[in-house]
């Protein structure tokens, strides 16, 4: 019995990494080869053409000032949001974590409607917003808007675990040897998920860009104003310029290629030990004391 099955585990074994690989070639290396090669089919002038027009440029630049906004405002949020909930408890955490994971649960279709709703020209806020000349929807802040409500997860989903996981012990030792809370943040918790935050902004990062859903609703598709690089790609193929919609679409699969790279870069990082707050006494400096963080 022993030997039938030792014989068959290396069958078993192969047939899973070829129906793996076989997946991964079917649904990830056969699209990209596509992309590029339909990128480039009418050679590397018309790629470059294509990608160095004034509308796919403006695309380009709004999708960067986009992420621009968005990224940031959703680190601020993630860190905030998840240092809150793995370090304290207060009342109306639960529905702060579900709130967190609403943008997952809503369609990004349905987030860019709710927002026409609010500030479009017969919305709750429409009126008030056309009487002192604001424009939200149909130009950029309801871009950024939308591209906010997607991407907020990302960094605070990415924290919530690992803070939670390392739980307080190393807070409480800084805190004990003296460090006050800004400097048990900066120089504990930071560097403690700074792997896990890096990961976090790449994923948020890779998605404002590729956002597609919500920016649609709340674009208008106005060529050379409200486009970004996913809403450029569809109006060029909806046009039948191929060539010209897979040589853009490729910059998007260029950044999916270096996000996967850094991805596992970082992972690879995160697996590295934590630090340690070490109080060393040190009679040059005021006070006497001061901190070394130290690998565990």
């Known amino acids: 019995m022993s030997r039938s099955r030792s014989k068959l585990e290396p069958v078993i074994r192969w047939t899973l990494i070829g129906i793996a690989l076989a997946f991964v070639a079917l649904f990830l290396i056969l699209p990209l080869l596509t992309v590029f090669t339909q990128a480039l089919g009418k050679g590397l002038e018309a790629y470059v053409r294509a990608i160095s027009e004034p509308e796919a440029l403006a695309a380009i630049r709004l999708t960067l000032v986009t992420a621009a906004i968005a990224v940031p405002l959703n680190l601020l949020f993630g860190i905030a949001a998840s240092w809150a909930i793995a370090k304290f408890e207060f009342p109306g955490k639960n529905i702060l974590i579900t709130l967190i994971d609403l943008p997952f649960a809503v369609s990004p279709v349905i987030s860019g409607l709710i927002y026409v709703l609010l500030f479009g020209a017969q919305g709750a806020l429409g009126p008030w917003l056309a009487e002192h000349d604001i424009k939200i929807i149909f130009a950029v802040p309801g871009i950024v808007l939308a591209t906010i409500f997607v991407t907020f997860p990302f960094v605070a989903r990415e924290l919530i675990p ?14 004990t040897l003296g460090a006050n809370g800004r400097q048990t943040f900066f120089r504990v918790t930071l560097p403690n998920v700074k792997w896990g935050l890096l990961h976090g902004v790449l994923l948020c990062n890779a998605r404002a860009m590729g956002e597609f859903g919500a920016v649609s609703v709340v674009s208008g598709h106005i060529r ?73």
Do not use: C, W
């Not at 999916?256 to 006494?281: F, G």
């Open 162 to 175: 690992l803070m939670q996981s390392q739980g307080k012990d190393e807070e409480e030792v800084a805190y």
């Open 224 to 296: 050379g104003q409200t486009n970004t690089i996913p809403l450029h790609v569809e109006i060029l193929y909806n046009e039948y310029n191929f060539a010209a919609s897979f040589a853009v679409a490729s910059l998007l699969t260029i950044l999916a290629v270096v996000t996967l790279v850094i991805k596992s870069v970082l992972e690879r990082k995160s697996r590295q030990p934590s630090i340690l707050a070490v109080r060393q006494t040190d009679p040059g400096k005021v006070g006497g004391e001061h901190y070394e963080y130290r690998s565990a």
